[in-house]
């Protein structure tokens, strides 16, 4: 009987609201604080006359205290989505579609209490959040980015673990990569290396020195992509030069993964390659991204038999498995966490794109245009480009083209432009008189983070 009386009672109290009226009763701040921590936190028929007067008050700026509640309250989450509803006018039934309300209407600020209940929230989860986010950290306007869109990714501070400077072995060691595994190629000043995707997923992050160049490959496998970035900054802090090591937070930005520099726990935009959040907030720092490119096993080892690759003795226990990590979301067309695309693209979410930003501008293609293999010569901001793609084994390398027009010829290793043959190599096209147009750093993604973040082709 008492399940059944508690709905009935938020339902009558959720009347005037449903009928498009305002509670006309005075509430003070500090009780509508204690409702919203009561909505959140509370338990029983209190929460229960919580959620009613909130909802019959009718002012949207609780609904980030609602929204944390359909995730974490699953228990009244009926309930909850009821009073969400009544306060924002939207049709969301459940956490996942609240959130995308509340990305669609950065007007509706939270009320200024929500950020005590969200840090007690992911204190709760992790006491370590606190470093990214605790005191002044966690204000407005400290944060590049909006407090209520940062998510609990499912693990806490490093529980997707770094690997620092790991093992490699050479080529022939590998035999338990299969020649269909994808790798992350990476080559510089000679230096050669190969990181399987099936150990790089489970750790999402790797900070090593490669040709003399400290570097982060940063792994993002929920939008898809693997972006890497010089981590030395010169001219900044007290370390001048010293380069910056990175980990992954465990908090997450419309399903992008928040990476954090062990220096000075400041949050960064894995995609954007910038600090949203501490210290180095508003600092103007934007790391350089150099090369990288995604293909086969075979395909690497093939170009590169020198080549050195990742080592399964990385100190973790975990199945390194072909196919393993990821299985289901890599084959599934849906979104784990919320994030919206713009409508009018015949893009799916989860369409793999190949993405380069240049001076003066951005450009995305859509990873199927690489179907069998394919040049395109094109144009993005002030430079003029030439693509080299395989969408079967996600791979495109792109050059700065000059006034020149490229096609493909019989030899896979070389393109030819005016009838001459130009070497593919990681760093550069090399002409026939030693020309060099320098390579330039494009990476593979999901549509909807390329979208979300550098806009529509």
């Known amino acids: 009987?008492?399940?059944?009386?508690?709905?009935?009672?938020?339902?009558?109290?959720?009347?005037?609201?449903?009928?498009?009226?305002?509670?006309?009763?005075?509430m003070s701040d500090d009780e509508v604080d204690r409702l919203s921590e009561l909505a959140l936190l509370g338990h029983g028929t209190s929460r229960m006359d919580a959620l009613g007067r909130l909802a019959a008050r009718g002012d949207p700026d609780v609904a980030a205290t609602l929204v944390m509640a359909l995730r974490y309250r699953?228990?009244?989450?009926?309930?909850?989505?009821f009073a969400f509803r009544a306060v924002t006018g939207s049709d969301a039934e459940a956490w996942h579609d609240a959130m995308l309300w509340q990305q669609a209407h950065p007007e509706i600020a939270p009320r200024p209490d929500f950020r005590r209940l969200k840090l007690t929230v992911l204190e709760r989860l992790d006491p370590a959040f606190l470093r990214f986010l605790g005191g002044d950290r966690g204000r407005p306007e400290n944060l590049?980015?909006?407090?209520?869109?940062?998510?609990w990714g499912g693990v806490r501070v490093d529980g997707i673990p770094s690997l620092d400077s790991p093992k490699m072995i050479p080529a022939a060691e590998a035999d338990w990569l299969r020649d269909d595994d994808l790798v992350f190629g990476v080559a510089i000043a000679g230096d050669v290396r190969a990181y399987p995707l099936r150990i790089m997923g489970w750790h999402e992050m790797l900070?090593?020195?490669?040709?003399?160049?400290?570097?982060a490959l940063a792994y993002c496998t929920l939008c898809g992509a693997g972006i890497l970035f010089e981590t030395r900054v010169e001219g900044h802090g007290e370390n001048r030069g010293e380069p910056f090591v990175f980990g992954s937070s465990g908090l997450l930005y419309r399903s992008n993964k928040l990476m954090f520099d062990r220096r000075t726990d400041s949050l960064w935009n894995q995609f954007t390659g910038r600090p949203v959040s501490g210290p180095l907030h508003g600092s103007g720092i934007e790391l350089a991204i150099r090369p990288v490119a995604i293909t086969s096993w075979a395909a690497w080892r093939s170009r590169h038999p020198d080549t050195a690759v990742l080592s399964l003795d990385t100190g973790y226990d975990r199945d390194y498995g072909s196919g393993v990590v990821y299985r289901d979301y890599f084959a599934s067309p849906d979104l784990m966490f919320p994030a919206a695309v713009a409508p009018g693209t015949p893009l799916g979410p989860k369409d793999y794109v190949f993405g380069l930003r240049v001076t003066g501008g951005a450009k995305a293609w859509p990873l199927e245009t690489f179907t069998g293999g394919?040049?395109?010569?094109d144009a993005v901001g002030l430079?003029?480009?030439?693509?080299?793609?395989?969408?079967a084994t996600r791979t495109v390398r792109a050059y700065r083209r000059g006034d020149r027009a490229f096609e493909r010829s019989a030899d896979p290793a070389t393109l030819l432009a005016a009838g001459q043959p130009w070497s593919i190599t990681e760093e550069a096209l090399v002409g026939p008189d030693g020309t060099r147009l320098p390579r330039l750093p494009g990476h593979v993604a999901y549509w909807f983070a390329w979208d979300g973040y550098l806009g529509r082709p």
Do not use: Q, S, W, Y
């Open 1 to 26: 009987m008492r399940r059944l009386l508690i709905p009935l009672l938020l339902v009558l109290a959720l009347l005037p609201a449903a009928a498009g009226a305002r509670d006309p009763r005075p």
């Open 74 to 81: 699953r228990d009244v989450a009926g309930e909850t989505g």
């Open 144 to 151: 590049d980015i909006r407090l209520e869109e940062i998510v």
């Open 207 to 215: 900070n090593d020195v490669i040709g003399g160049v400290p570097v």
């Open 374 to 377: 394919a040049v395109i010569n």
């Open 383 to 391: 430079e003029t480009v030439v693509l080299v793609g395989d969408a």
